[in-house]
């Protein structure tokens, strides 16, 4: 199909630099859906005043302004695999070329997690991320799979890009305070097990999975060079990326991706 084509010439440009001149020729209808991880919450500049805080140093908008693509910016704060299917898959089409997603981590609990991390000590973050690992290993799947065949009926052209979620912490890293780095580990190791269920899944659908954990080794939070929020005001945007982690963590790996 030409707009699957132009999808992946546009992309390819656009990992080398030369989009300039050339998207234009075959504009890209893209739709962006998910959580705060894509609609970029951290990252400041917010293009409204909604609850979604949809950024403009979000991965989507910076491959739309790359690509010269059309983008339909659906990705709300807070958004769980619920949310996608009754608030946004409505956007797509089966003019729809392009379809990024990252949802799953609020459905698994994710705000709850921390905070039992927080105020719990190691023993009640490893019981906080315990049950965590249960509800994505047995019931996440199924929500996937139902979010995922939905997004596959109404935009049946369109590529499709899932995106996962990175380590938060760099254990034994420059961090004096805070939690334990057990606690830290833990953390990491769910955020291991949501990416597992995730990249099947997708797989399964016959979507790409893009995994942005190698792009933030080395700048997760006690890294030094951090590309996330630790606790922070307002306390939404902690643990999620800040402008760069959406420019060097996000977007590089979206490009990788797409091929």
Known sequence: ?????????????????????????ATLDYVALGDSYSSGVGAGSYLDSSSCKRSSNA???????????????????????????????SALSDET???????????????????????????????AIDNAKAFVNGTLPGLLEKTYGEIRSRAPEATVIVLGY????KIGGSCSVGLSDTSRGYINSGADALDSVIQKEASEAGFAFADVRPAFTGHEICSGSAWLHSVTYPI????????????????????????
């Open 1 to 25: 199909m030409l707009r699957t084509l132009a999808t992946t010439v546009v992309a390819a440009l656009a990992a080398i630099g030369l989009t300039s001149g050339v998207a234009n020729a």
């Open 59 to 89: 991965y989507p908008v910076l491959y739309a302004g790359q690509t010269s693509a059309s983008l339909n910016f659906q990705a709300c704060s807070g958004a769980k695999t619920s949310d996608v299917l009754n608030n946004q898959v």
């Open 97 to 127: 070329d392009l379809v990024t997603i990252s949802v799953g981590g609020n459905d698994a609990g994710f705000a709850g997690v921390m905070q039992d991390c927080i105020l719990g000590g190691d023993s009640g973050c490893k019981t």
């Open 166 to 169: 990175p380590h938060f912490y």
């Open 236 to 259: 939404d945007e902690s643990y999620h990326p800040t402008a760069t982690g959406q420019a060097q963590g996000y977007y590089p790996s979206l490009v990788a991706a797409l091929g």
